[in-house]
Structures are given as structure tokens and as C-alpha cells.
């Protein structure tokens, strides 16, 4: 199992560095096959950006919360999720809770979310619900990973509206 790397250059090119960017370097996480990594490089990966000293933010857009339970966040005590920022009027920073690890934070998910597909169908512009409710929050980040669940539904579509860049485990 293994992100893909066959070509470095084009690897590197996945995760654009432009020194001048302002702002977070917002990253979905994201392969409708299940089992094929996502969750672990999500939570690996966040881990070891903050542990380079950066601000990093990991939004758990999935049904089966594994980011949230991997990182601590025991499942009634998930009063804010992800779920109330696409659904509620749940404000950002309400939802963000702090983990173990200095500098990571997560929003965490929560079984409701399991429903939200349907529940968004007939919003007007579903897809950008997440964008419009997080991204201003996300500023403050440097980088923001997105755990996506295994779909190319609602969920996938509204963590691609608000990321800049898609992050594919592949398992070979
Ligand atoms: N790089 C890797 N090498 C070997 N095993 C791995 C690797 N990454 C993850 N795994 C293992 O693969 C399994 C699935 O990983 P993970 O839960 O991260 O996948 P996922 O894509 O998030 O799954 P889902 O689609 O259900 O959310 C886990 O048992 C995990 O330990
Ligand atoms: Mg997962």
C-alpha cells in the first residue's frame, strides 16, 4: 500500500509549493475504493507536519470517524462534528478540538454524517457547504487535511469544493 510515486517530479507536483501563497495548503484526502489508506496517511501525515512545527488542522468527513478515534476523541464527547457544519449553523470554532499531538486539531466526525448525503440533496449548492462555512476558519492553519469517506458522493464533491489540491492512496 503506497501513495503514488513512481515519477518524484510528478509526485511533488500533486502538492504545488508556491512560497508566496497565502493561506493554508488545504489537502482532500480522497479514493472511493475503501481500505486503501486514506485515514492513516491523513493522521500520519498531519502528524508529522506539526511535528515540523506547523499549524495543521485534519476534518474528519467520514461516516466512520477512524481519523477522530485514532487521534482521541472518544466518541461521546463529539458534541460538535462535521456533521453540524454541513447541516447546522454550528459555528467552525466550536467544532475544532485539540489532540495529543501539539500543534494537530481536528474537527471530528460523527455517525450522523452517515445520513448527510441525503439530507443535502435538496440544498442549493450542496456541494459548496463546506467551503462556505470553513474556509475563512481554515486561514489560521497551515495546512488542512481533509479525511474523505469511500464515495465519490456529497461529502467527496464538498471536501473538493473547499480544498486546493487532492491527495489519492492508491494500494498497489
Ligand atoms: N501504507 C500502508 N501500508 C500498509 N498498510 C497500511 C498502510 N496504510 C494503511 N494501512 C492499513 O490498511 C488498512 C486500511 O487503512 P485506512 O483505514 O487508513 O484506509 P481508508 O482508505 O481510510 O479506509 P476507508 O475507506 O474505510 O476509510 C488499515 O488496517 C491500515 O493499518
Ligand atoms: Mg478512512
Redesign the pocket.
Same mark, same amino acid.
Given at each position: 500500500?503506497? $501513495?503514488l510515486v513512481d515519477d518524484p517530479q510528478a509526485a511533488a507536483n500533486l502538492v504545488p509549493l508556491k512560497p508566496a501563497q497565502r493561506g493554508p495548503r488545504i489537502l482532500a $484526502?480522497a !479514493?472511493q475504493? %475503501? %481500505? #486503501? %489508506?486514506? &485515514? &492513516? &496517511? &491523513? #493522521?500520519?501525515l498531519a502528524t508529522a507536519m506539526a511535528a515540523t512545527k506547523k499549524k495543521v488542522l485534519i476534518i474528519d468527513l =467520514?461516516p +466512520?470517524g !477512524?481519523?477522530s478515534t485514532g487521534l482521541g476523541i472518544d466518541r461521546d464527547s463529539r458534541k460538535v462534528t462535521t456533521y453540524d457544519l454541513l447541516l447546522g449553523d454550528a459555528q467552525m470554532a466550536d467544532a475544532v478540538r485539540q489532540t495529543m499531538v501539539p500543534g494537530l486539531s481536528i474537527i471530528p466526525s460523527s455517525v450522523d454524517l452517515a445520513g448527510a448525503e441525503l439530507e443535502l440533496i435538496d440544498i442549493p449548492e450542496r456541494e459548496y457547504r463546506l467551503s462556505k462555512t470553513l474556509r475563512r476558519g481554515c486561514a489560521e492553519y497551515d495546512f488542512v487535511l481533509i =479525511?474523505? /469517506?469511500?464515495a465519490l458522493g456529497l461529502l467527496t464533491l464538498n471536501a473538493l469544493c473547499l480544498a486546493d489540491a487532492v491527495l489519492v /492512496?492508491l +494500494?498497489v
Open positions: 500500500m503506497s $501513495i $484526502i !479514493n475504493k %475503501g %481500505g #486503501v %489508506g486514506k &485515514t &492513516t &496517511t &491523513t #493522521v500520519n =467520514d +466512520q !477512524n481519523a =479525511d474523505c /469517506p469511500p /492512496p +494500494q
